[in-house]
Nanobody
Framework: VQLQASGGGLVQAGGSLRLSCAAS????????MGWFRQAPGKEREFVAT????????YYADSVKGRFTISRDNAKNTVYLQMSSLKPEDTAVYYC????????????????WGQGTQVTVSS
Protein backbone atom coordinates (compact mmCIF):
# COMPACT_ATOMS: atom_id res chain seq x y z
CA VAL A 1 0.00 0.00 0.00
CA GLN A 2 1.21 3.51 -0.83
CA LEU A 3 0.40 6.37 1.56
CA GLN A 4 0.15 10.12 1.02
CA ALA A 5 -0.22 12.38 4.04
CA SER A 6 -1.56 15.93 3.85
CA GLY A 7 -3.18 18.65 5.91
CA GLY A 8 -0.25 19.97 7.90
CA GLY A 9 0.36 23.64 8.45
CA LEU A 10 0.94 26.45 10.92
CA VAL A 11 -1.58 26.90 13.73
CA GLN A 12 -1.68 28.82 16.97
CA ALA A 13 -1.63 27.07 20.32
CA GLY A 14 -5.12 25.96 21.26
CA GLY A 15 -6.13 25.58 17.64
CA SER A 16 -7.13 22.57 15.59
CA LEU A 17 -5.93 20.82 12.47
CA ARG A 18 -6.99 17.69 10.60
CA LEU A 19 -4.46 15.49 8.87
CA SER A 20 -5.43 13.08 6.11
CA CYS A 21 -3.63 10.07 4.73
CA ALA A 22 -4.80 8.67 1.41
CA ALA A 23 -3.92 5.09 0.57
CA SER A 24 -3.71 3.31 -2.73
CA UNK A 25 -4.86 -0.25 -3.32
CA UNK A 26 -8.02 -2.26 -2.81
CA UNK A 27 -7.15 -3.85 0.53
CA UNK A 28 -7.02 -0.73 2.70
CA UNK A 29 -9.49 -2.11 5.23
CA UNK A 30 -7.16 -5.01 5.97
CA UNK A 31 -4.50 -2.66 7.35
CA UNK A 32 -4.22 -1.24 10.81
CA MET A 33 -3.21 2.39 10.39
CA GLY A 34 -1.14 4.58 12.63
CA TRP A 35 0.12 8.11 13.01
CA PHE A 36 3.61 8.90 14.24
CA ARG A 37 5.48 12.16 14.64
CA GLN A 38 9.07 13.28 14.71
CA ALA A 39 10.28 16.55 16.16
CA PRO A 40 13.72 17.93 15.27
CA GLY A 41 16.45 16.04 17.05
CA LYS A 42 14.05 13.49 18.49
CA GLU A 43 13.06 9.92 17.75
CA ARG A 44 9.93 9.20 15.76
CA GLU A 45 7.18 8.53 18.28
CA PHE A 46 3.82 6.84 18.24
CA VAL A 47 0.71 9.04 18.27
CA ALA A 48 -2.35 6.91 17.51
CA THR A 49 -3.52 3.77 15.75
CA UNK A 50 -6.79 2.35 14.47
CA UNK A 51 -7.98 -1.10 13.47
CA UNK A 52 -9.02 -2.01 9.96
CA UNK A 53 -12.71 -1.69 10.74
CA UNK A 54 -12.21 1.48 12.76
CA UNK A 55 -13.70 -0.16 15.82
CA UNK A 56 -10.55 -0.08 17.93
CA UNK A 57 -8.20 2.81 18.58
CA TYR A 58 -5.26 3.47 20.84
CA TYR A 59 -3.49 6.73 21.70
CA ALA A 60 -0.27 7.92 23.22
CA ASP A 61 -0.85 9.45 26.64
CA SER A 62 0.47 12.77 25.39
CA VAL A 63 -2.40 13.19 22.91
CA LYS A 64 -5.24 11.29 24.59
CA GLY A 65 -8.33 13.43 24.83
CA ARG A 66 -7.01 15.95 22.30
CA PHE A 67 -6.46 13.90 19.14
CA THR A 68 -8.89 11.56 17.38
CA ILE A 69 -7.95 8.99 14.76
CA SER A 70 -10.61 7.80 12.33
CA ARG A 71 -10.85 6.20 8.92
CA ASP A 72 -13.15 6.04 5.92
CA ASN A 73 -12.54 2.75 4.14
CA ALA A 74 -14.75 3.76 1.24
CA LYS A 75 -12.32 6.62 0.58
CA ASN A 76 -9.15 4.70 1.52
CA THR A 77 -8.31 7.47 3.95
CA VAL A 78 -7.29 7.73 7.58
CA TYR A 79 -7.57 10.98 9.52
CA LEU A 80 -6.04 12.55 12.58
CA GLN A 81 -8.14 15.31 14.09
CA MET A 82 -5.96 17.38 16.39
CA SER A 83 -7.44 19.83 18.87
CA SER A 84 -6.10 21.93 21.75
CA LEU A 85 -2.75 21.93 20.01
CA LYS A 86 0.37 22.76 21.99
CA PRO A 87 3.79 23.97 20.83
CA GLU A 88 5.19 20.58 21.83
CA ASP A 89 2.97 18.99 19.18
CA THR A 90 5.19 20.60 16.54
CA ALA A 91 6.66 17.82 14.38
CA VAL A 92 6.54 16.09 11.05
CA TYR A 93 3.57 13.73 11.16
CA TYR A 94 3.68 10.42 9.34
CA CYS A 95 0.96 7.93 8.58
CA UNK A 96 1.86 4.26 8.50
CA UNK A 97 0.26 0.91 7.81
CA UNK A 98 0.65 -2.52 9.32
CA UNK A 99 -1.04 -5.90 9.41
CA UNK A 100 0.39 -6.62 12.85
CA UNK A 101 -2.59 -5.33 14.84
CA UNK A 102 -2.83 -2.52 17.38
CA UNK A 103 0.88 -1.87 17.80
CA UNK A 104 2.89 1.18 18.88
CA UNK A 105 6.40 0.26 17.76
CA UNK A 106 7.39 1.99 14.53
CA UNK A 107 9.35 -1.13 13.56
CA UNK A 108 6.03 -2.99 13.26
CA UNK A 109 4.83 -0.72 10.45
CA UNK A 110 5.93 -1.72 6.96
CA UNK A 111 4.34 1.10 4.99
CA TRP A 112 4.98 4.82 5.47
CA GLY A 113 3.79 8.06 3.96
CA GLN A 114 6.10 10.96 3.25
CA GLY A 115 5.18 13.12 6.26
CA THR A 116 3.45 16.46 6.70
CA GLN A 117 4.75 19.33 8.84
CA VAL A 118 2.68 20.60 11.75
CA THR A 119 3.89 23.75 13.48
CA VAL A 120 2.15 25.11 16.57
CA SER A 121 3.05 28.63 17.57
CA SER A 122 2.77 29.87 21.15
Amino acid sequence: VQLQASGGGLVQAGGSLRLSCAASGRTFSSYFMGWFRQAPGKEREFVATISGSGGSTYYADSVKGRFTISRDNAKNTVYLQMSSLKPEDTAVYYCAGTRSGIVVRKESYAYWGQGTQVTVSS
